[in-house]
């Protein structure tokens, strides 16, 4: 007698079969992630050889003081000093509103040479410390697909990518500071205020937070990799 | 390492090689390299106790104390 029971295990049944049949594996997933880091990699390597050809530009002009303006966007804060007005709601008036803290970035025909090696040396800094990260990516899904993953090497590979990560961000938050401190003093327009520290900019964790988490990933993989040792190591 | 692995000298004895060793007892020879060599960390009882079946030994004549 069929009914509705009969039929619903019947189709339970089918997907089971269907199941031990087709294990799901990660392996076109590990494929694609090592294609994507690896081409992120390669990119990384010509994006560093171009700033090093544009940072040769920009230093050029210590030779020749005469030259074309300087092909980098510095970063710098700013405020409005006015309040700026705009009609937008429904039930209609005026709303007033101010930019505070808000980050953009000018073009300088002339700026000092330690102030542009100064940025010239943060941005191969965290183009090269990009390139090592992405590096011990490759590696570390290289051995995924190896299907030897579980090893104390890629738990000290985590670590890295984790210091690495949080270097990146010292790196950038610190040269930024400095730059835009720098030419908050140097740089002037009518109604804007540049100031040296933008608490947005600064206040962002998100990066450190996952940094640290991922601190907390490798120990416990360095702790799951000497249980396989030593399982291995097991007769 | 404090633990010897007298298996070798077992094997003399008993005229056996690695190879017939580790199809009685089922152990692959990776492993029984492993434990010849004195790296491994753990042995099972079980696996002990095969061992000593198949050598028609005791425990002491394959695992020696040595005090470093």
Known sequence: MINNKNILNYDKIQNNDMNARQPITGKGLIKFLIFVFSAFYYILWFCLVLVVVIEFISLRKIFDPSGFPIPIDFTVFFSL???????????????????????????LSYAPNGFIALFCFMALSIFILS???????????????DKSFLLIENALRLRWIALLGIAILIVEKTFSFVIANYLSTHIEYSGVKFTGINPYFILNFDTVLNSLFLLVIAE???????????????? | MSIIINLDVMLAK????????SEKVGITMSNLSILKKGKAKAIR????????????????????????
């Not at chain 2, 005229?15 to 017939?20: A, Q, V």
């Not at chain 2, 095969?50 to 020696?64: K, N, T």
């Open chain 1, 81 to 107: 000093n006015e309040e700026l007005g705009v009609a937008n709601w429904d039930v209609g008036g005026n709303t007033n509103f101010s930019i505070n803290y808000a980050m953009g970035s000018v073009k």
């Open chain 2, 14 to 21: 008993r005229k056996m090689s690695l190879t017939e060793l």
């Open chain 1, 131 to 145: 390139i090592f990260l992405t590096r011990l990516m490759i590696k570390i899904l290289k051995t995924v697909k």
């Open chain 1, 220 to 235: 416990v993989f360095r702790i799951g990799a000497k249980l396989k040792e030593e399982q291995d190591l097991t007769i």
């Open chain 2, 45 to 68: 009882f079980t696996t002990l106790e095969m061992i000593c079946e198949v050598l028609d030994c005791q425990p002491a004549d394959i695992l020696e104390y040595k005090r470093d």
